[in-house]
Nanobody
Framework: QVRVVESGGGLVQAGGSLRLSCTTS????????MGWFRQAPGKEREPITC????????YYSASVKGRFTISRDNAKKSLILQMDSLKPEDTAVYYC?????????????????WGQGTQVTVSS
């Protein structure tokens, strides 16, 4: 059975930091393109950062570039999102996504495995 599990959300003041973690089971971790998506109330789910299977290549959306850092440790089957200089507009449910994919950086299209989501709230 495939599972994708996030942890680390919470409430933080603007300017603060949070660290999200994601792990998987039932998948070969170093076969996976992985990413973090978020969905704010009334908005569509959007990709904010992705990392390819080896960790060498990353993508950041303009809204988080320079503030968020994605990393992975394949030996520990761990994906990390370090979020610094948080803003109230970063408030959303954050989802970890994984897909068996070695050609692209981001999970996209069909056959994406999703975590259950973790709430991040940034107060002003």
């Amino acid at each position: 059975q495939v599972r994708v599990v996030e942890s680390g959300g919470g409430l933080v003041q603007a300017g603060g930091s949070l660290r999200l973690s994601c792990t998987t089971s039932g998948l070969t971790f170093d076969d996976l393109a992985m990413g973090w998506f978020r969905q704010a109330p009334g908005k569509e789910r959007e990709p904010i950062t992705c990392i390819n299977w080896s960790g060498r290549d990353q993508y950041y959306s303009a809204s988080v570039k320079g503030r968020f850092t994605i990393s992975r440790d394949n030996a520990k089957k761990s994906l990390i999102l370090q979020m610094d200089s948080l803003k109230p507009e970063d408030t959303a449910v954050y989802y970890c996504a994984a897909k068996r994919e070695r050609q692209r950086i981001c999970p996209q299209g069909l056959d994406i495995y999703w975590g259950q989501g973790t709430q991040v709230t940034v107060s002003s």
